[in-house]
């Protein structure tokens, strides 16, 4: 578990994350930091923002005025990315920025519009590398246990989101008979890590959390980015070798929309 | 931003059309304002770092940064920052736990770009309803960030410091490009690196570190009657004020009374500290602080609580009654008197009751490593605790939990995170660093080793001071007792002072006030409520001494330790009985606390009070079983339920008040049962008394 912080997730950090729930900041919109990444050439190439030239390096990459401007302003944030860093940080939960190098792939293929600038997590940071079986109700409407028995037997791990009940049971019934789950959030993800049982499994190494929002932050703001690291983060050809073993009637295409949130643990 | 343009604010400031910058100054404000860098300044106190952060404020301001946030552990000072900003046409502010009431207003004129300076003290900042009350929503608003008595984020820089260490984490995570200064004017070689190593890229400015106007003498008086007797005698002879330094709260009250039945204006300062119109404990703080600024007393008796960032220039003089624990600690303190005057002197005496007191300093500065895994089993076992329900599991003082709590959650990455008023584990696997343990606890020694070689060493005071330092320039200072050759104090002690010290130290009785409610559950043999009724409540009593202090302390650890308490003692208790405790009701017979492990050393004692004061001795209390020591029971529950069912009261009790004697008092338990049992056995009311008390104070 690395306690440290790169440059790199310190300028993602200061450029779109909120300090806190009260904190109003107009931080860059998926769009303008899309903006950003494409004409930096990647989100890896922001580090020499906090090297001292910031405004000439910025100007050489034809920003507008005004995102320049706003970048510049977000940049000055640097006292309190400390202080929100250090809660963050002492509370056990890992920072990955866009441009860190263990960033997961299947993120970092995708536009820098979709893909989240910075990852929050509890757990093991190797596990978002590894094959994970998406789970979506959308996709696959099985028995719970059913399916967590299919996943351990593919040797796969699961990812799903922790806020909706179906994939949520399917998690807990992986962890259940020892599997191995990825569990992505757009809650507070503290508050998921001092459940008993989640902490337990984080710590024994079987379950990692991601989310994209910073922790303490469990607003009504729509999440953004969530689905999009599900899908990341999941394998999809294992994802469909699952649905055709296990319910060949199902498909990916055929989904039944849902918006069936709870929140409670 | 060019150096004319700062010159004309320092200039402004000052209300000084002809002022120049100070040495280092420009170089300091040029760093942080035109590299945004990271700067470390040692230099000692009256150097002028609050006009470096003024102005590089100001500078800041005018290339729109957000508002600096001062970190200063000292309450007076801020207010005295606030009225100093104003020159500069700086609007500051602090904010601390006696301005709550302002709190919303603060932080709305904050996000309005209101104010440019935000004073708050460490503890602020480390405590979690204020982090996410005040701090958060600010938090992308701030601009500098400047650390008052920076030394302090060293592990060598000062005695372990919870609130300290959070803020090393906050600097940790600084980004490069973010102005951050650190001011202090105690720090050698060894602090600076570690700071170096904390912070990354800091720069550091050292000045010269030599006070010209301070004198410095030591004297070792082993007994504190005599140390006493010198220093009323001392403090007479002074036309200025000064600080008295002493080790504990205790100490600092008892003092603090002897010098005012001297006709000396004193106070006891420490952090905790109360006055009766006060009700909280930071504003006795502001209001002795304000006094001693405008010598409305003549001197403080102060812990080390009275430190860092006090500043009051005309400071004649500081007496150490204790030795502290290291040089670092003693430049600090010593280094207050006479910032603004030509003649000010240091006077560090050292007694016999130091080591003892630093060794438990020492061995109780961290908490152990079984402790620890147990708390945190217990923790994992739920989803949340609040510190009272800890308690019910553990064998602990609140205090020494929340401790413990304290030191846990400042780790990094923490084990336990706090939910509004419940503890939580954390998914962080925790070892406690036994090594970091080991070696601070070892520097703590070597510490106190360094300072006693100050006190025996016969070349310059001044000199060993600044080597240990590693101030660069040493010459001699030409002014301390080592330097002439003669005593830079009169030295004379007064016997018959002494003798009075002697006295008053031997009657510094303690009331004896015991429990009325006792924690649910404990006395499920006895029966006792959660309220003890009335009429089986004791009246308030007397303790002798405090185990093993300067008056009968000694003696009566003697006694314990011998098996057989000193025939002085008898009279002590008798003359505090017949001369100085006003009793409600008049006791018409004594007994005593029985105890299978001494013996017969309490009764014995009590049977020679009681013919010594004409009172009939009944032994009427009797142990029925072992139990363990009252004293490894240190929460409440534990050492009630330890009691349970331990004594049984003789069926045929003499009536009428009783005087009720033990040796040793802790938390008083003991004699609260045995009251309770007296009086349902018929007795009258009950006075307790001991003749010492447990525990450093
Ligand atoms: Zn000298």
Same mark, same amino acid.
């Given at each position: 578990m690395s306690i440290s912080l790169t440059i790199n997730s310190q300028v993602c950090l200061l450029l779109t994350?909120?300090?806190?729930?009260r904190d109003s900041t107009k931080v860059l919109s998926p769009t303008e930091w899309g903006t950003l990444c494409r004409s930096m050439g990647g989100?890896?190439?922001?580090?020499?923002?906090? =090297?001292?030239?910031a405004e000439a390096v910025l100007r050489d990459h034809v920003l507008k005025e005004e995102l320049l401007q706003q970048v510049l302003s977000l940049l000055g944030r640097g006292v309190g990315l400390a202080m929100a860093s250090e809660k963050w940080l002492r509370s056990g939960v890992w920072i990955l920025g866009a441009?860190?190098?263990?960033?997961?792939r299947g993120l970092r293929d995708l536009p820098p519009e979709r893909s989240p600038p910075v990852l929050f997590g509890y757990g093991?940071? =190797?596990?978002?590398e590894q094959s994970a079986v998406l789970i979506d109700q959308r996709a696959c409407r099985a028995d719970t246990a059913d399916l967590a028995a299919a996943v351990d037997a593919m040797r796969g791990s699961a990812v799903g989101l922790l806020d909706m009940r179906y994939s949520r049971e399917v998690i807990r019934s992986c962890l259940n008979i020892g599997g191995q789950v990825l569990g992505v959030t757009y809650k507070d993800l503290v508050s998921y890590g001092s459940v008993a049982e989640l902490r337990q499994a984080i710590m024994n190494g079987s379950m990692t959390i991601v989310s994209s929002r910073p922790p303490g932050?469990?607003?009504?703001?729509?999440?953004?980015y969530e689905e999009t690291i599900v899908y990341g983060l999941s394998d999809m050809a294992l994802t469909e070798q699952l649905i055709r073993n296990y319910?060949?009637?199902?498909?990916?295409?055929?989904v039944p929309p849902t918006e069936q949130l709870d929140f409670d643990f | 931003m060019d150096k004319q343009f700062a010159l004309q604010c320092l200039r402004e400031a000052l209300s000084n059309p002809a002022a120049e910058f100070r040495q280092g100054q420009w170089e300091a404000i040029d760093h942080v304002v035109n590299a945004r860098g990271k700067l470390l300044v040692v230099q +000692?106190?009256?150097?002028?770092k609050s006009a470096v952060y003024f102005v590089a404020t100001r500078l800041l301001r005018e290339q729109g940064m957000g508002p600096t946030i001062v970190v200063s552990p000292l309450l007076a000072l801020m207010r005295n920052q606030v009225e100093a900003a104003r020159g500069l046409s700086l609007n500051a502010v602090t904010i601390n736990s006696t301005n709550q009431e302002q709190w919303n207003d603060i932080i709305a004129g904050i996000l309005e770009d209101a104010y440019d300076v935000i004073f708050i003290s460490p503890e602020r900042l480390s405590n979690e309803f204020f982090a996410e009350q005040v701090l958060a929503p600010i938090a992308s608003r701030l601009g500098m960030l400047v650390i008052d008595?920076?030394?302090?984020?060293?592990?060598?820089?000062?005695?372990? +410091?919870p609130d300290y260490r959070r803020l090393v984490n906050v600097l940790r995570y600084v980004p490069p490009r973010t102005p951050v200064l650190g001011t202090t004017a105690t720090a050698n070689d060894r602090v600076v690196n570690d700071v170096r190593s904390q912070l990354g890229d800091v720069e550091i400015q050292r000045g010269s570190l030599i006070r010209e106007s301070l004198s410095l003498e030591n004297i070792v008086l082993k007994d504190q009657a005599s140390r006493m007797a010198w220093l009323a005698d001392f403090i007479k002879t002074q036309a200025g004020t000064g600080i008295v330094y002493v080790l504990t709260k205790r100490t600092a009250e008892s003092v603090a009374e002897w010098l005012k039945q001297n006709g000396i204006k004193a106070e006891p300062y420490y952090s905790g500290v109360q006055l009766p119109?006060?009700?909280?404990t930071n504003a006795c703080r502001e209001y002795l602080e304000k006094k001693l600024l405008t010598n409305e007393v003549d001197v403080l008796v102060a812990?080390?609580?009275?430190?860092?960032?006090?500043?009051? $220039?005309?400071?004649s003089f500081v007496v150490h009654f204790q030795c502290p624990g290291s040089i670092v600690g003693y430049y600090q303190q010593v280094g207050r008197a006479g910032r603004g005057i030509d003649k000010a002197i240091g006077v560090l005496m050292s007694g016999s009751e130091d080591s003892e007191i630093h060794e438990f300093f020492r061995r109780t500065a961290f908490p152990d490593q079984q402790t620890v895994k147990r708390l945190l089993n217990q923790l994992s076992r739920g989803d949340g605790y609040s510190t009272r329900q800890l308690e019910g599991y553990f064998n602990m003082t609140q205090s020494k939990l929340q401790g413990i709590m304290k030191f846990l959650s400042v780790e990094?990455?923490?084990p336990v995170t706090k939910h509004q008023t419940k503890w939580k584990r954390t998914p962080v696997a925790y070892q406690l660093d036994e090594e970091r343990i080991e070696r601070l606890t070892g520097q703590r020694e070597l510490e106190w080793q360094e300072i006693q070689e100050y006190i025996s060493t016969t070349d310059c005071l001044m000199t060993f001071l600044r080597t240990a330092l590693d101030d660069p320039g040493s010459e001699p200072?030409? +002014?301390c007792s080592n330097c002439r050759g003669? $005593?830079?104090?009169?030295?004379k002690v007064d016997k018959s002072l002494v003798m009075a010290a002697q006295r008053y130290l031997r009657h510094s009785e303690m009331e004896l006030v015991l429990a009325k409610q006792t924690p649910?559950?404990?006395?499920?043999?006895?029966?006792?409520?959660y309220s003890i009724p009335r009429n089986q409540r004791a009246r308030t009593g007397r303790i002798l001494?405090?185990?093993?202090?300067?008056?009968?302390g000694g003696l009566v650890k003697d006694g314990v330790y011998g098996g057989r308490f000193a025939d002085e003692l008898i009279e002590a208790a008798a003359e505090l009985y017949e001369q100085r405790w006003k009793k409600e009701v008049t006791p018409q017979w004594l007994t005593c606390i029985p105890s299978l492990r001494s013996g017969e050393l309490v009764p014995e004692f009590a049977s020679q009070l009681a013919a010594r004061l004409g009172l009939r001795f009944a032994?009427?209390?009797?142990?029925v079983k072992e139990h363990a020591p009252? +004293?490894?029971?240190?929460?409440r529950f534990y050492r009630c339920q330890n009691l349970d069912g331990v004594f049984e009261v003789d069926e045929d009790i003499p009536g009428g008040p009783v005087l009720l004697v033990d040796d040793l008092v802790n938390s008083g338990w003991t004699l609260t049962v045995a009251s309770v049992l007296l009086r349902r056995h018929g007795s009258g009311e009950v006075l307790p008394f001991a003749l010492a008390s447990m525990g450093i104070g």
């Open positions: 994350a909120r300090f806190s729930q989100a890896e190439n922001l580090d020499c923002l906090l =090297e001292g030239r441009g860190d190098p263990e960033y997961p093991s940071v =190797e596990m978002l932050q469990n607003d009504q703001r729509p999440a953004v319910n060949p009637q199902e498909s990916l295409r055929d | +000692r106190t009256g150097w002028g008595e920076a030394h302090c984020i060293s592990d060598w820089g000062h005695d372990f +410091r119109n006060y009700l909280e812990t080390v609580a009275l430190g860092m960032g006090y500043d009051k $220039p005309d400071l990094n990455p923490s200072c030409g +002014r003669k $005593p830079v104090v009169d030295m649910k559950g404990a006395f499920v043999q006895y029966e006792i409520p001494s405090r185990w093993g202090d300067a008056g009968w032994n009427v209390i009797h142990q009252q +004293r490894e029971q240190v929460n």
